[in-house]
């Protein structure tokens, strides 16, 4: 064995090779990378011992060590002998050092599987040998391929329980290089395993002479990784703005891709102002060349606006920098995504993008790799999207740089993650529309007509009261002399949104165009009177953001469903309980009510010309209206 000092000195200048193992349930995954960490010695006496101990209590082995215990670390995991979350396991040997993510098998845990690949530089694709290329192994191998990972080893496991077949292995190996095909791989590399005894898992096996390949620690340790990312041109992500006193200033992270060295020329990508390095910052001090994966502070010839989520270029290899773009998207949460909502976007070192997926262009069916046509997208579904942010960001094509071309998309409410991004290529908008400035603004239409604008929002169940106290408030502002323009759910859905149903994606596209008109008609200087349920929070706030903070007034109608059903003027819960109306709010679609409304109306309590005057008088303390 090699002395300490050879290992010390091996280690400090070895390469980390990031990769995933994955495929169906119960194809060995576990197992594998626990076999892998015990033949490689890398596993101390205690764990050894607590290991035996386990597998006795939890092993599916019989007698022999369970090695996938080694990993399977919750509970629930190893008694059902399945893995559900993500295990990272890092090891170290001679050559390299590993890090590795074990992913489950099981459909409903893709968004699980998808998170462990996200980062991987290569894929281990287990196949059981008895089962062969399985709907799982499809999904898996096209996620792997749709995250960016170019290198994969097909294990054909279990090689064992079907007596080391060599015709077997050969027809699985055709089978699964025909599916793959079309997946741009660079490489595809099978061997004959087997995990639970340890054949050509890090020595070739005597049980396969036919097979003339590597094994598997082998060829993991010699597979060449760093050519790929040395190739990429310069990105760095700005992590932190790093200023101790007034005589530093300096730009913290971690170089994506490429080099810099001290002295080149750099871009600020969005705001195009260019600069040269001045330094190169560690903590062991200053460095002539930084290169991917280095953690660098870098300090600038020039003082120029540079914040956390700017992305430094050189000036002759810049990114994508725009505000639309399209994207594929694997949807995470259980409430699916409906093309029109609001939602928070990370974008590399960028937080809080405000932005919203403006179209679903189709979804895949993982599977068949069909592309299907979809109006919203649920859980563990992948879509290819269209992307609106509220401000350019800059980026590459996930294909080109996966550091700088992914994202994340975070529900603004829960502050989940609810979805993971790869962004295929911008969307140009056509050049010859730009915004055209007017002379009499939003404040000089209001003056005249002695008001100040704003939307006032009547939101609550059908049958509650709004459409009776938007008008009377309206009668009243119209006494008052002043202009309004009222807004009806019903009325809008005769003329501009006739071609709507109420599926939750055409709710979200009612609600969107609505916003836009009501936006219009303030900036005209109008009291805008909007009535409409607009069952969902997200679009309530997405109207809300169109125009200044007071000039948005939500008013929550809040009248109990049961009353609703009582009165149902049109008849429609009745329709709806019959099944004759289908997504009705209230019935078999939600309501979420609001949570911090600007006024609240309880319609049990008081007269609709009650509550329409205690309207009037909360315009009138916010001076958005006069007189009596």
């Known amino acids: ?15 980390q090779l990031q990769f995933i193992t994955c495929g ?37 082995t019989g007698n022999d060590v369970d090695f996938a215990l080694l990993v399977d670390g919750l509970e629930a995991e190893r008694e059902q002998g399945i893995t559900i979350d993500v295990a990272y396991r890092f090891f170290t040997i001679l050559r390299r050092s590993f890090m590795v993510a074990d992913t489950p098998g099981h459909e409903q845990y893709t968004r699980n599987m998808a998170t462990g690949a996200s980062n991987a530089q290569l894929a281990i694709i287990l196949i059981d040998a008895r089962k062969g290329v399985l709907v799982q192994t499809k999904r898996h191998s096209f996620i792997c391929s749709l995250l960016g990972i170019r290198h994969v080893v097909l294990a054909v496991n279990k090689i064992d329980l079907v007596k080391y077949n060599k015709e077997r292995f050969d027809r699985i190996v055709g089978e699964y290089m025909a599916f793959a095909a079309g997946l741009g791989f660079t490489s595809v590399v099978p061997i004959p395993i087997s995990a639970r005894y340890g054949d050509n898992v890090i ?64 871009v ?41 989520g700017d992305l430094l270029a050189r000036p002759n290899e810049r990114p994508e920098v725009t505000d639309q773009f399209a994207a594929h998207l694997i949807w995470m949460d259980n ?27 189709h979804r895949i069916d993982v599977d068949t790799r069909e592309h299907l046509a979809a109006r919203k997208l649920g859980l563990n ?18 294909e080109v740089n996966r550091k700088t071309g992914s994202f994340i998309v975070i529900d603004r409410f829960t502050n989940r993650t609810v979805g993971a991004g790869m962004i295929a290529f911008p969307l140009r908008r056509a050049t010859n529309i730009v915004r055209q400035p007017l002379s009499v603004g ?16 009547f939101t609550g169940l059908s049958g509650a009261g709004k459409s009776t106290i938007a008008n009377i408030v309206d009668q009243k502002l119209f006494a008052m002399s002043c202009h309004t323009m009222l807004l009806d759910g019903d009325n809008v859905r005769h003329g501009l949104n006739r071609d709507l149903g109420i599926s939750e994606a055409d709710r979200v596209e009612n609600i969107r165009r609505v916003g836009e008109v009501a936006k219009l008609m303030a900036d005209g200087g109008l009291i805008v ?73 309880r319609t049990m309590d008081q007269t609709p010309e009650q509550l329409a005057e205690a309207v009037i008088d909360v315009l009138r303390a916010r001076a958005i209206v006069h007189g009596h």
């Open 1 to 15: 064995m090699p002395s300490k000092a050879t290992i010390d000195r091996v280690q400090a200048g070895k390469d």
């Open 24 to 60: 169906s349930v119960d194809d060995g995954k576990s197992t594998l990378i626990g076999r892998l960490l015990h033949d490689s010695k890398v596993i101390y006496e205690d764990q050894l011992a607590a290991l035996a101990r386990d597998s006795a209590k939890h092993g599916t």
């Open 203 to 266: 020595n070739q096996s005597d049980k396969t002479k036919w097979y003339q390949g590597p094994c598997l620690l082998d060829y993991l340790e010699s597979i060449d990784i760093q050519s790929d990312v040395a190739s990429q041109v310069f990105r760095f992500p700005v992590q932190w703005v790093n200023r101790p006193n007034l005589d530093f200033r300096g730009y913290a992270g971690s170089v994506a891709s490429g080099s810099i060295s001290a002295g080149d020329e750099i």
């Open 268 to 308: 600020v990508a969005a705001s195009g102002r260019t600069t040269r390095v001045k330094r190169i910052v560690t903590q062991d001090g200053n460095l002539a060349r930084a290169d991917a994966g280095d953690a660098v502070t870098i300090t600038l010839e020039d003082e120029i606006d540079i914040s956390r």
């Open 335 to 361: 409430d699916p995504l409906v093309a029109g909502r609001n939602y928070i976007l990370r974008i590399g070192t960028r937080t809080g993008v405000a932005g919203s997926i403006t179209a679903i262009k």
């Open 381 to 398: 579904e992948i879509g290819f999207c269209n992307v609106a942010t509220a401000l350019p960001v800059a980026f590459d094509p996930y």
């Open 442 to 457: 939003k404040s000089e239409r209001a003056a005249l007509k002695n008001q100040k604008p704003c939307i006032i929002w």
């Open 529 to 601: 009177i909007c009535s409409f349920i607009s069952p969902y929070r997200a679009e309530r706030d997405m109207v809300r953001n169109l125009v200044a903070r007071e000039e948005f007034i939500e008013i929550f109608v809040d009248t109990p469903l049961e009353e609703c059903v009582r009165r149902d003027p049109k008849g429609l819960y009745s329709k709806a309980k019959s099944g004759k109306i289908r997504n009705f709010t209230g019935i078999d679609a939600p309501y979420e009510i609001p949570m911090r409304p600007e006024f609240h109306l």
